[in-house]
C-alpha cells in the first residue's frame, strides 16, 4: 500500500504584492498560492507564439488552433531589433504589428502576456538588441542612464502600441514581462518597471523570470520558473543531460538552476525569491526544445506530456509553454537574426528555422505532443478553479535521488479533504522506469482514510495520469474517486478517460444505486452510501446514467483526440480521427491529409451538416467531401473524404557532395560552428521539381525529406529559406508558402552536407552515423486540405 496524509490548505496571503487590479468585476490579481480572477481561483495555461516570426496572414488560424489546445493566454516576445533595427525609425507594420496581433488574439478569445525586454533572449541575435544598442559602449542592462536613454523611447512606442488593449480597458492584456533571465540587477528591474509605468504601460501583473536563483526585488514581480525535457545548451556529450531528470519527479523545488546557466558568466549570489510569497508559476515548460549545432536532441511527445502533468502534481498552478507555436526568424533585416557564436553566444542556431520541436510546428504543423498536452488542458478548464488552490503533499516514499527508477513517483494535490491523484512512471533517454504491480494507495486525511482502488492495479512503465479522488460533481453526487482521468463537464454530462489501459472504477456518494443504468457498465452498493460502477469497456458508447447526472468514459484514443469548445449554439465534444479539429463557434475548421478521416460530435448537432470554404485559406475550395456515417455511441459521426491521389516532387541531383563542412570551434565555450554559407559548396545539390498543379487546391503542401547527414539549406533562387541541423527527423517545408514562386518557374535547390562523426556534435546515438553519412532515404509532397463544417441548429 502506497501511503500519504492530507494536509489542509491554509488561507492564502494576499495584497503583499504590488501588482493587481484592485477593481472590476473580472479583476485580476495574485495571492502567495493561485491567480484569482473575478473573485475565483484561474488556473491559466499559457503559450507562446512570436509573432513576428510567423506571416501575418495565418496569426488567426494557428491562435484558434492554441485556443482549441486548450490554450487561454498567448505569451509573446518583443524581440527589440525587430522593430527599431535603425535608431528612431519604429516599424510595427505587416509581421510586425504587435497592436494587429493582440487584437486577433482577444477576438480568438485569448488573454496576453507581452514581453516586453528590452533584452528578450528568444535564441535572437544579441538577445533582441539592436546593433546600434549592443555596440553602444553602454553598460547594457544596467541602470547606465546612456543606455536608459534608449530604452525611454522604446519602450514609449511600444506603450503607444499597447494602449487601449490592457485587460482594464476590456483588451487581452493580462501581464508584461520585464526583461529575461537577469539574475544580479534586481534594482535594474526595478527600474525599468517604474520607466514602463510611467510610459503608459499598466497592467495587472508584471511577472519576470527566477530561474538560476535570480534576484528579483520583492513583491515586485510574479517569478516564472521553467523545465525543459533536454538542454540543447548544454556541451555536446553523448546521452540525456543529466540535471533534466529532476522535471519528471514529483517536488515542490520550482527552479532548474541550468536554465541560462550558458549566459551567466558569474556564479548566482542570490538565493531566489521568497517561495512562500508567490504561487507557483511556469513560462517555460518545453513545448520542445530548439536544435543548436553542436546539440541537437530530438524530443518524443510524451518527453513533454510527462514533464507537463508532473508539474500540475508538483503544485504549478500557472502552465506556461515554451514554445507552443513554433515559428522562423526574421529574414527581411540587414543582419541574419538568430544566435550564434560569431555574436558572442555559446551556440550556433539556424538562420531561419525556429521550429523548436512545438506542439504546432514552424509551419503550423499538428504534432502528436499537441494531443497529449490538449487533454491535459481539459483537465484544468474543468477543474482548475478547484486545484488552482490545492497544496502539494509528497507520500510516505519518495525516490531517493535522481537515478531511482524503481520507487513509484506519486503525489497528491489537496485541500485536505479532496483533490487529485498523481503518477508519472515516465521517463526520457531510455531510462524506463519501472511498472508497479498489485498498485493501492491510501491517503489519511480529517475526513478519514481513504484506500483506492477496491482492486489493486498494474501500472505499467511509460505512463502519467492523474485521478480525483472526493471530487465534487453537478448536483449533490461525490466521485470518491475514479481510476479515470477527468476530462470536461458538460451541462448534466462529466466526461472522463481511461488512463493506461487501468480497468476503469467509480466510486460515487450522494446517488441513489437504484439509479445507475448503463449498457457497458456494473454497478455495486458498496455500503456507507458509497456505489461502485465499473466500465470494463469505455469508449463512446460508456455511459453512466445517474438520475439527472450522466458519466460518459471514453477511451484513451479518442479522448486524446478530442477538442471541446463552443460550437454550433452549445459546448460540444468533437473528436477528429486523422484530422485536426478547432470548434469555433458557428464553424468546426478542420484540417486533413490525402486518406481524410472522421469527426465525431456530442452533443449531436440537430440541423444539416456542410463543408464551406475556409475563408482563412489561400485555396478557397478544398476537395473534400462530408458523409453523415450516423452514429457511434452517444456521438453523431461524419466522415470527410479527400483525394487519394497525391502529387509528387522529384529530386535532381545536381552536384554530388565533395565532403564534410570544415570542423571550428567558436564563442565562449570553444563548441562546434554550422558551416557557413560558401561550406555549402561542398553540399551536394538537389533540385526539386514540383507540379505547378499540386498547389492548386492544399492550404499547406508539406515536403518531407528523410534524410542523413548534417546540415541542410533550401534555397529559392538563390535566396534561403529554409534550414535544418539533422537531428534524425524529417525534414519539413511548406512549399505552399512560396506558392506564387514556384507556380511561376523558381527554382528550388536543396543543399546538403554530409555528416562528420569526428566533429563534437551531439545527435541522438539511436541514429547518429559511426562513419560519414549523407544520404536522402526517401522524400515525398503532403498536402493539407482545410475547409469548415457548418450546421443549421
Known sequence: ??????????????????????????????????????ERPWFPVMGEFHFTRYPRGRWREQLLSMRAGGIDVV??????????????????????????????????GLDAVVRIGPWSHGEARYGGFPEWVQHSGTQVRTDDPAYLEFVQPYYARVSAELDGLYHAQGGPIIAI???????????????????????????????????????????????????YPESPWDD???????????????????????????????????????????????????GGVQVTYHRRPRIAADDVAALALTKIGCGSALQGYYMYQGGSHVM???????????????????????DFQAPLGEYGQVRPVYELLRLQHHLLAAA?????????????????????????????????????LFVNTYQPGGEDLAAHSGVRFRLDGPAGPLELPTRAVDIPSGTYFAWPFRWPLPGAATLEWATAQLVTVLDDTVVLTRTAGIPVEL???????????????????????????RVPEPGTGALVELGALRLLVLDEHTARNTAVGDLWGARRLVAGNDLHVVPDGDLLHIECGPNGGSVLVHPAPTGRIALQDDQSSPCRTAPLRLRDAGRRGFFARFEIDAPADVPKADLVEVAAATGPAPQRVGGPLDRAAAPTAEDYARGAAIRVDVDPGAFTRAHRLLLQIDWIGDAARAELDGTLIADQFWNGDLWEIDLARHRDALTNGAELVLRLLPFDPTAKIHVPEDVRPTEQALHISSSRLVPVYRSAVTATV
Not at 83 to 97: A, L, V
Not at 391 to 416: C, H, I, M, Y
Open 1 to 38: 500500500m502506497h501511503t500519504l496524509t492530507l494536509r489542509p490548505t491554509t488561507t492564502p496571503l494576499s495584497g503583499h504584492l504590488r501588482m493587481g487590479e484592485t477593481e472590476g468585476p473580472d479583476r485580476i490579481h495574485v495571492t502567495n498560492t493561485h491567480v484569482m480572477r473575478g
Open 75 to 108: 505569451a509573446t516576445y518583443l524581440f527589440w531589433h525587430h522593430h527599431e533595427e535603425d535608431r528612431g525609425t519604429f516599424r510595427f507594420d505587416g509581421n510586425r504589428n504587435l497592436r494587429a496581433f493582440l487584437e486577433v488574439a482577444a477576438e480568438c
Open 177 to 227: 514581462q520585464i526583461e529575461n533571465e537577469l539574475y544580479d540587477q534586481p534594482e535594474h528591474l526595478r527600474t525599468l518597471k517604474q520607466m514602463a509605468h510611467d510610459a503608459g504601460i499598466n497592467p495587472p501583473l508584471w511577472t519576470a523570470t527566477a530561474w538560476g536563483m535570480a534576484d528579483l526585488p520583492a513583491d515586485e514581480f510574479l517569478p516564472l520558473y521553467a523545465g
Open 236 to 286: 555536446a556529450h553523448p546521452g540525456w543531460a543529466r540535471h533534466n531528470r529532476r522535471h519528471y519527479f514529483f517536488t515542490p523545488l520550482r527552479d532548474d538552476h541550468t536554465v541560462g546557466a550558458d549566459l551567466r558568466r558569474k556564479p548566482t549570489a542570490g538565493r531566489g525569491p521568497d517561495l512562500a510569497r508567490y504561487p507557483y508559476a511556469t513560462c517555460e515548460l518545453g
Open 332 to 354: 527581411d533585416a540587414a543582419t541574419t537574426m538568430q544566435e550564434s557564436l560569431d555574436t558572442g553566444y555559446t551556440n550556433d542556431l539556424p538562420i531561419v528555422s525556429y
Open 384 to 420: 482548475g478553479e478547484a486545484l488552482a488552490p490545492m497544496r502539494f503533499v509528497a507520500p510516505d516514499q519518495s525516490p531517493e535521488g535522481l537515478d531511482d527508477r524503481d520507487t513509484l513517483r506519486w503525489a497528491v494535490r489537496t485541500n485536505g479533504t479532496s483533490g487529485m
Open 507 to 533: 466510486v460515487l456518494s450522494g446517488i441513489d444505486a437504484a439509479s445507475v443504468k448503463g449498457s457497458h457498465t456494473t454497478s455495486e452498493d458498496l455500503g456507507d452510501g458509497r456505489t461502485l460502477v
